[in-house]
């Protein structure tokens, strides 16, 4: 073949491009558009007027002394239950990674329940367990003292911080965990050999190497606490406070605000991206505190006589993230009124049959089965092919995707959904009222998540693999077809699960973007809440923890780890908002 | 079986050229070795040659197509070659048969034949048996075979090793370079091979290129590259070596101070600055109390002190310091030692052993 033969077969003239290139480009253009296009919508609205641009929306936001109340309470709410998410992950974490502690699978897999539980579910149960009225434990406490006063009372500041930092602590403790995994034991027994005792070791060694993800863990839990929606909506509207997220949700409620909401969202988003910002810091300088790697000898420290104490705390608080919680639900859904005792006149099944046979929770259920299931193709899809775009840099730019599709990290699912609001209630994109404006947030909310779940894949799959299928005559798209897809396989699954879990338990976006005919079980949950159907929303709440359990194991079977090892070396993925 | 040429081959990582302008032809069914340190620009230019990477400038031929030029790449699967990799590249979820034969199967060949080859060339690598295994069921040495196999059972072109051996243990390794050579020598495919161990490229190819900076510094028969290395970097690269730095006194003379050795050459440029390669195996010790062997009438004759003796078992290694110079050599003695540490010696070299080089190379 002569020179010109040769470039008239081979007419594309980048590197690997070839015929593949067409999909390589639309993947990246369709991830800009998902992302961009929302919020450049949101930051132009908040700053729209009918003529040119104007300031008067954060004007008006930040003189409100309503609106300024509720980013006080946020602030309080983030601030307080990062740090009570420390103090309890921070010991939580020592102990199951280094001492001999008895139980500490079983800890373990506690915990997890605990990450993968959403937390506006949480904040039903324990409604009906620390609600000053009807709540369950102040009728024990009640019954047991004579005391006419509860015990507990939920809707308050202090009760809503607990409940948000029972279901965030785990974010702390697979930072702290995972760190201390790295940390040989030569490390702390080159301090004992020298002369420091086993308290002195952990105070001088052990807590200035694992600073920085204390540290780290701690943001990551305010961010979650700043981004949640469902466990103030529950806890503390009946209080009577707001916080920015249920402040962002009022405004929409008739007549909406938008500007207003847009100008409120623009300041959460800055300060979740800068908080990130000084997480992914702290992770990189982190390289003293990952001393030693995988040929690290790790021997548990003997607690003693303090084994059975600690156990017993660590069951304490998973008693209250779990067991508790899980109880009352499971008590809820078989009972006509959940706060009577368990009696067989108590005993019912209407709250099921209720639940699957009445047509307004069919229909949420069937919207969030298939909700779940076409953002999870679609989006393990997505996040499968740019992971490989970025890891075999094909394109142009290609650093630039993976910031993209990492971006919606910052974003909080209520901003997410008032920017996807703007953008998709005018034309060119018509899409509000129909299924496909959640679809596309959850697309987008889901995307760090899959993306740095295939981006893990595509890493342990060897470019040498592919290119050895190149040289023996096959072309790029075949090999993708025959070795990188059954390689990438069972990471792409856990891709699929992880975002379908997500998508099942969203209710910060979807609250916002929901219309009578497309509501979503969390919002029919929500819902439920209002008209008092306690034992309805216990049924879905466990018909929901059901599914998520499930495809955990399902996960677990095919990465061969658990959920919790799964988010190690810092990836911020953790950080995408449950609630 | 054609050959490969490679003209002025340039390919630049950002402002870095990690191959400038290299030169190279290896002859129809030669093995050639690409042999450097790392960032030498040897693998880049090996996966320049498998069409992975684009040329900045320059044209790589085979036989009388060329594949690659910076107006135009011929993809990989286009190129009838074959290639083993450093990591072996061995696709974990399909057996040793189906891993041999994807290359087979890519080119439609009838299953009957696919087969009889595949087995065939198992059997050349020792693997007959092990074709429904699993990669992940081998060991080191057995899957590297299975990579050849892979590699070899297409009949490609022309053959590219990445390293092939580096990851075997000191023993595999050794026995694997002439397992490499026994198939060379029953292929005779045209081959490139790339290693930063000199004695794997010298065990195993017809010839060396060491590389430097991204251009070939020299290339030849490893006597030729150990012999008459023409610059200081291939003298330091290829075996060890005693480097005198010095200027020509006369057109076959090289001094350094009072020091005056006679060289391999006769066309020096007095007054130049030259080093002088001495290979510490072609450096005689003797005794100096006694006369002993008379050296060769030209041979340059020192005088000298022995410094350390490191007793090797089959050799001993010795630093002698040259007398009214600054000069410390390191000779390889035969064992048992015949000289001492401390020991007063006369120094001999044939003029023949002292290779001049210029200075700055």
């Given at each position: 073949m002569t020179l010109e033969a040769a470039i008239r077969s081979h007419p594309?003239?980048?590197?690997?491009?070839?015929?593949s290139a067409p999909v390589w480009v639309l993947t990246a253009a369709v991830l800009a558009l998902l992302i961009l296009l929302p919020l450049g919508w949101l930051g132009y609205m908040s700053v729209s007027a009918e003529h040119g641009v104007t300031l008067a929306h954060y004007a008006r936001v930040f003189a409100d002394p309503q609106l300024q109340k509720a980013l006080w309470n946020t602030v309080v709410l983030a601030f307080w239950s990062g740090l009570l998410s420390v103090a309890i992950g921070a010991p939580m974490a020592w102990l199951s990674a280094?001492?001999?502690?008895?139980w500490s699978r079983g800890i373990r897999s506690l915990i997890m329940a605990s990450f993968v539980t959403p937390p506006f579910l949480g904040a039903f149960a324990w409604v009906m367990l620390?609600?000053?009225?009807?709540g369950y434990l102040n009728k024990v406490y009640r019954s047991l003292t004579?005391?006419?006063?509860?015990?507990?009372?939920?809707?308050t500041m202090p009760g809503l911080i607990f409940v948000v930092a029972i279901y965030t602590f785990p974010y702390v403790y697979i930072m702290i965990a995972n760190t201390l995994g790295l940390i040989a034991s030569d490390l702390e027994e080159a301090a004992s050999i020298l002369g420091a005792n086993r308290f002195r070791v952990a105070l001088t060694i052990t807590l200035p190497m694992v600073a920085p993800a204390i540290l780290s863990g701690f943001i990551l839990s305010v961010l979650q606490a700043l981004a949640l929606f469902g466990s103030p909506a529950i806890l503390a509207l009946p209080a009577g406070f707001h916080t920015i997220t249920t402040q962002i949700w009022a405004l929409f409620?008739?007549?909406?605000?938008v500007e207003m909401a847009a100008a409120f969202s623009v300041p959460l988003l800055l300060a979740t991206a800068l908080l990130l910002l000084v997480q992914k810091r702290l992770l990189g300088r982190r390289g003293y505190a990952s001393?030693?790697?995988?040929g690290a000898q790790r021997r548990a420290i003997p607690l003693g006589a303090w084994r059975y104490p600690a156990l017993l705390g660590c069951l304490a608080v998973l008693g209250c993230a779990v067991f508790l919680p899980y109880g009352i639900l499971a008590k809820a859904a078989f009972?006509?009124?959940?706060?009577?005792?368990?009696?067989w006149e108590n005993f019912t099944l209407a709250n099921w049959s209720f639940t699957f046979l009445s047509s307004s929770t069919q229909g949420a259920i069937v919207n969030t089965l298939e909700l779940g299931v076409l953002t999870a193709c679609v989006g393990a899809g997505l996040a499968a092919l740019l992971a490989y775009v970025t890891n075999r840099k094909l394109i142009v730019g290609h650093q630039l995707l993976a910031f993209l599709a990492l971006a919606?990290?910052?974003?909080?699912g209520t901003v997410l959904a008032v920017a996807l609001f703007i953008a998709y209630t005018?034309?060119?994109?018509?899409?509000?009222?129909?299924l496909w404006i959640l679809f596309i947030a959850y697309l987008t909310k889901e995307m760090p998540v899959g993306y740095s779940q295939s981006d893990a894949t595509f890493r342990g799959i060897h470019p040498e693999l592919e290119e050895a299928g190149r040289i023996l005559g096959a072309g790029r798209l075949r090999v993708l077809r025959e070795i990188t897809a059954p390689l990438a396989k069972s990471g792409i699954i856990a891709t699929w699960c992880f975002i379908f879990i997500g998508v099942i338990r969203e209710l910060s976006a979807s609250i916002i973007l929901f219309t009578p005919n497309t509501k979503v079980m969390s919002v029919v949950i929500f819902d439920l809440k209002e008209e008092g159907q306690f034992g309805a929303i216990a049924v879905l709440g466990i018909f929901m923890l059901a599914m998520t359990f499930a495809i955990v194991a399902l996960m677990q079977t095919l990465l061969g780890r658990d959920v919790l090892g799964q988010r190690s070396s810092g990836s911020p993925a953790g950080a995408s908002a449950p609630g | 079986m054609p050959g490969v040429t490679i003209r002025g081959l340039t390919k630049r990582y950002g402002d870095v050229a990690?191959?400038?302008?290299l030169e190279l032809r290896v002859e129809p069914g030669e093995l050639v070795a690409l042999l450097g340190?790392?960032?030498?620009g040897k693998t880049t230019t090996l996966r320049l040659v498998a069409g992975f990477l684009k040329p900045e400038a320059g044209e790589i031929w085979v036989g009388e197509r060329c594949l690659s030029s910076p107006a135009a790449v011929v993809p990989p699967e286009r190129r009838r070659m074959a290639m083993i990799f450093q990591s072996y590249?061995?696709?974990?979820?399909?057996?040793v048969d189906q891993n041999v034969a994807y290359g087979l199967r890519l080119a439609k060949t009838p299953r009957a034949e696919r087969d009889r080859r595949v087995a065939e060339m198992l059997k050349a690598v020792q693997?007959?048996?092990?074709?429904?295994?699993?990669?992940?069921?081998?060991?080191g040495g057995q899957q590297q075979r299975v990579a050849v196999a892979r590699a070899l059972v297409v009949e490609p072109e022309i053959l590219l090793l990445d390293?092939?051996?580096?990851?075997?243990?000191a023993n595999l390794r050794e026995e694997m370079r002439f397992e490499i050579r026994r198939l060379h020598e029953t292929f005779a495919i045209t081959t490139l091979y790339v290693t930063h161990d000199q004695a794997e490229a010298m065990v195993i190819s017809d010839r060396v290129a060491v590389l430097q900076d991204g251009r070939v510094a020299q290339i030849g028969t490893a006597e030729e590259l150990f012999?008459?290395?023409?610059t200081r970097f291939v003298a330091e690269f290829i075996g060890k070596t005693n480097l005198i730095d010095g200027v020509a006194?006369?057109?076959?003379t090289v001094a350094r101070g009072r020091l005056r050795l006679r060289v391999a050459s006769t066309d020096l440029t007095p007054g130049a600055p030259v080093a002088v390669s001495i290979r510490p195996h072609q450096i005689e010790l003797a005794p100096r109390a006694l006369p002993g062997t008379p050296a060769a009438p030209d041979a340059n004759v020192l005088a000298g002190t022995v410094v350390r003796a490191s007793y090797l078992g089959d050799g001993v290694d010795y630093q002698v310091r040259i007398e009214d110079s600054d000069v410390v050599l390191r000779v390889a003695g035969p064992a048992p030692p015949r000289v001492r540490l401390g020991e007063r010696v006369s120094v001999s070299v044939a003029p023949g052993a002292c290779v001049p080089l210029p200075s700055d190379g």
């Amino acid at each position: 073949m002569t020179l010109e033969a040769a470039i008239r077969s081979h007419p594309s003239r980048l590197d690997g491009l070839d015929r593949s290139a067409p999909v390589w480009v639309l993947t990246a253009a369709v991830l800009a558009l998902l992302i961009l296009l929302p919020l450049g919508w949101l930051g132009y609205m908040s700053v729209s007027a009918e003529h040119g641009v104007t300031l008067a929306h954060y004007a008006r936001v930040f003189a409100d002394p309503q609106l300024q109340k509720a980013l006080w309470n946020t602030v309080v709410l983030a601030f307080w239950s990062g740090l009570l998410s420390v103090a309890i992950g921070a010991p939580m974490a020592w102990l199951s990674a280094r001492t001999d502690l008895p139980w500490s699978r079983g800890i373990r897999s506690l915990i997890m329940a605990s990450f993968v539980t959403p937390p506006f579910l949480g904040a039903f149960a324990w409604v009906m367990l620390a609600g000053p009225n009807a709540g369950y434990l102040n009728k024990v406490y009640r019954s047991l003292t004579g005391a006419d006063d509860p015990l507990l009372n939920i809707f308050t500041m202090p009760g809503l911080i607990f409940v948000v930092a029972i279901y965030t602590f785990p974010y702390v403790y697979i930072m702290i965990a995972n760190t201390l995994g790295l940390i040989a034991s030569d490390l702390e027994e080159a301090a004992s050999i020298l002369g420091a005792n086993r308290f002195r070791v952990a105070l001088t060694i052990t807590l200035p190497m694992v600073a920085p993800a204390i540290l780290s863990g701690f943001i990551l839990s305010v961010l979650q606490a700043l981004a949640l929606f469902g466990s103030p909506a529950i806890l503390a509207l009946p209080a009577g406070f707001h916080t920015i997220t249920t402040q962002i949700w009022a405004l929409f409620h008739y007549p909406p605000k938008v500007e207003m909401a847009a100008a409120f969202s623009v300041p959460l988003l800055l300060a979740t991206a800068l908080l990130l910002l000084v997480q992914k810091r702290l992770l990189g300088r982190r390289g003293y505190a990952s001393v030693g790697g995988k040929g690290a000898q790790r021997r548990a420290i003997p607690l003693g006589a303090w084994r059975y104490p600690a156990l017993l705390g660590c069951l304490a608080v998973l008693g209250c993230a779990v067991f508790l919680p899980y109880g009352i639900l499971a008590k809820a859904a078989f009972s006509r009124a959940w706060a009577q005792p368990l009696t067989w006149e108590n005993f019912t099944l209407a709250n099921w049959s209720f639940t699957f046979l009445s047509s307004s929770t069919q229909g949420a259920i069937v919207n969030t089965l298939e909700l779940g299931v076409l953002t999870a193709c679609v989006g393990a899809g997505l996040a499968a092919l740019l992971a490989y775009v970025t890891n075999r840099k094909l394109i142009v730019g290609h650093q630039l995707l993976a910031f993209l599709a990492l971006a919606p990290i910052v974003i909080p699912g209520t901003v997410l959904a008032v920017a996807l609001f703007i953008a998709y209630t005018r034309p060119p994109f018509l899409l509000y009222g129909t299924l496909w404006i959640l679809f596309i947030a959850y697309l987008t909310k889901e995307m760090p998540v899959g993306y740095s779940q295939s981006d893990a894949t595509f890493r342990g799959i060897h470019p040498e693999l592919e290119e050895a299928g190149r040289i023996l005559g096959a072309g790029r798209l075949r090999v993708l077809r025959e070795i990188t897809a059954p390689l990438a396989k069972s990471g792409i699954i856990a891709t699929w699960c992880f975002i379908f879990i997500g998508v099942i338990r969203e209710l910060s976006a979807s609250i916002i973007l929901f219309t009578p005919n497309t509501k979503v079980m969390s919002v029919v949950i929500f819902d439920l809440k209002e008209e008092g159907q306690f034992g309805a929303i216990a049924v879905l709440g466990i018909f929901m923890l059901a599914m998520t359990f499930a495809i955990v194991a399902l996960m677990q079977t095919l990465l061969g780890r658990d959920v919790l090892g799964q988010r190690s070396s810092g990836s911020p993925a953790g950080a995408s908002a449950p609630g | 079986m054609p050959g490969v040429t490679i003209r002025g081959l340039t390919k630049r990582y950002g402002d870095v050229a990690a191959v400038q302008g290299l030169e190279l032809r290896v002859e129809p069914g030669e093995l050639v070795a690409l042999l450097g340190p790392s960032g030498c620009g040897k693998t880049t230019t090996l996966r320049l040659v498998a069409g992975f990477l684009k040329p900045e400038a320059g044209e790589i031929w085979v036989g009388e197509r060329c594949l690659s030029s910076p107006a135009a790449v011929v993809p990989p699967e286009r190129r009838r070659m074959a290639m083993i990799f450093q990591s072996y590249a061995l696709w974990p979820h399909m057996t040793v048969d189906q891993n041999v034969a994807y290359g087979l199967r890519l080119a439609k060949t009838p299953r009957a034949e696919r087969d009889r080859r595949v087995a065939e060339m198992l059997k050349a690598v020792q693997l007959d048996g092990y074709g429904s295994r699993y990669p992940g069921e081998l060991s080191g040495g057995q899957q590297q075979r299975v990579a050849v196999a892979r590699a070899l059972v297409v009949e490609p072109e022309i053959l590219l090793l990445d390293e092939p051996l580096s990851n075997l243990d000191a023993n595999l390794r050794e026995e694997m370079r002439f397992e490499i050579r026994r198939l060379h020598e029953t292929f005779a495919i045209t081959t490139l091979y790339v290693t930063h161990d000199q004695a794997e490229a010298m065990v195993i190819s017809d010839r060396v290129a060491v590389l430097q900076d991204g251009r070939v510094a020299q290339i030849g028969t490893a006597e030729e590259l150990f012999e008459r290395p023409r610059t200081r970097f291939v003298a330091e690269f290829i075996g060890k070596t005693n480097l005198i730095d010095g200027v020509a006194d006369g057109t076959g003379t090289v001094a350094r101070g009072r020091l005056r050795l006679r060289v391999a050459s006769t066309d020096l440029t007095p007054g130049a600055p030259v080093a002088v390669s001495i290979r510490p195996h072609q450096i005689e010790l003797a005794p100096r109390a006694l006369p002993g062997t008379p050296a060769a009438p030209d041979a340059n004759v020192l005088a000298g002190t022995v410094v350390r003796a490191s007793y090797l078992g089959d050799g001993v290694d010795y630093q002698v310091r040259i007398e009214d110079s600054d000069v410390v050599l390191r000779v390889a003695g035969p064992a048992p030692p015949r000289v001492r540490l401390g020991e007063r010696v006369s120094v001999s070299v044939a003029p023949g052993a002292c290779v001049p080089l210029p200075s700055d190379g």
